[in-house]
């Protein structure tokens, strides 16, 4: 934390920080904002904590989400309170086109931006650099910033809630390799706040919907392609069947990780049909980059075990380019 020295000097005077995160916020992107938001009005700075789209409706009840505003809703408001503020900080995401629209604001602004995040290949645009690609979350990142500048505030429960969620959701609730001692000595500490974990745990995870179960269970009896030689298992969605099941893109949020639990299964796809392009979501076991194949053939990224990105191309060509490209990685596949 090289820069611990120059943000703490920062801080001595009352900010107005502008907090954005990446689009579609998953546990980590709105725990940490929500974090720091909390943070910045205890110590007496005038903070605005934005997301840039909207966050799956399962999370409404992460504390403080009711000060959130929402690029799509509030843009106006956005952009004035952008004017009138004095540092920017980017959380979990680290080049502005994951910010959406709001980046290309970013872009233009001549704050000092501040970079609390975890993945690979940062953009060389930030001032303050809080940038650990071996976190396996960012709430990791930022429980070890508030630790150095007032570690009292980690006893808040709030606080503790927010960053317990973010940890906990980004490292699949510590099973991912990404999870080190440190990462468990966090958790500890934050469980011994007083948090209710179990409460925690069950909103995280034991909250879906109906139509989303029977969804996932369509999904898994019809939808499903194992490639048994390839160790490799997809799932296609199309637009129609989101439609016609009434779903929002979150109820597919964590699909891609199910058929991962298939024994010997090494590297999953979700591939959905959105309006304008198919989003593709990687998930692997073990040293399967998929964020090498997400970055070379779906402009996309992530982390090794964990990415995604966008593609310009109907369904099932999409299907047929990640066929292919797979081939490139059967070393890993074995
Ligand atoms: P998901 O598949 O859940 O959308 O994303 C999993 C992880 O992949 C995210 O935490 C993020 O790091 C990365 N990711 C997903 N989509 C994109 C994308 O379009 N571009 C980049 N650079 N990373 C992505
Ligand atoms: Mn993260």
């Not at 007032?150 to 006893?155: H, N």
């Not at 069947?241 to 590297?267: F, G, H, Q, R, W």
């Amino acid at each position: 934390m090289k820069d611990l020295d120059r943000l703490k000097k920062l801080l001595e005077t009352p900010q107005r920080p502008f907090i954005t995160t990446h689009i579609r916020p998953d546990g980590d992107a709105l725990g940490c904002i929500l974090a720091l938001h909390q943070f910045f009005k205890m110590k007496g700075h005038q903070s605005v904590a934005v997301v840039p789209s909207d966050y799956p409706y399962y999370y409404n009840w992460f504390p403080g989400v009711e000060q959130l505003l929402n690029y799509h809703k509030d843009r106006k408001q956005i952009i004035k309170t952008l004017e009138e503020s004095t540092v920017i900080f980017v959380v979990d995401f680290n080049s502005l086109h994951r910010n959406g629209e709001l980046g290309k604001i970013l872009a233009d602004s001549t704050l000092p931006r501040v970079i609390i995040d975890h993945h690979t290949e940062p953009e060389k645009i930030y001032d303050y650099w809080f940038s650990d690609v071996k976190a396996c979350a960012t709430g990791e990142i930022l429980y070890e910033i508030f630790e150095q500048l007032d570690s009292s505030v980690l006893q808040n429960k709030d606080i503790a809630t927010c960053l317990y969620a973010a940890i906990n959701t980004d490292c699949g609730s510590f099973k991912f390799s990404s999870v080190t001692g440190k990462t468990h000595r966090i958790a500890a500490a934050l469980i011994d706040t007083g948090i209710d974990i179990g409460k925690i745990n069950a909103a995280l995870y034991d909250n879906f919907t109906v139509d989303r179960l029977k969804f996932w269970g369509y999904c898994l009896i019809h939808k499903l392609t194992i490639l048994k030689e390839l160790k490799t298992a997809y799932i296609t969605v199309t637009r129609k069947e989101m439609e016609e099941n009434k779903l929002k893109t979150s109820d597919l949020e964590m699909l891609a990780n199910y058929p991962l639990i298939v024994e010997d299964i090494v590297l999953s796809a979700l591939i959905v049909e959105r309006e304008k392009y198919v989003k593709v979501s990687f998930r692997s076991k073990y040293n399967f980059p998929t964020n090498q194949l997400a970055r070379k053939y779906f402009n996309g990224g992530g982390h090794l075990n964990a990415s995604g990105g966008e593609i310009n191309l109907p369904i099932e060509e999409t299907v047929k380019l990640f066929l292919d490209k797979i081939l490139e990685y059967k070393e890993f596949l074995q």
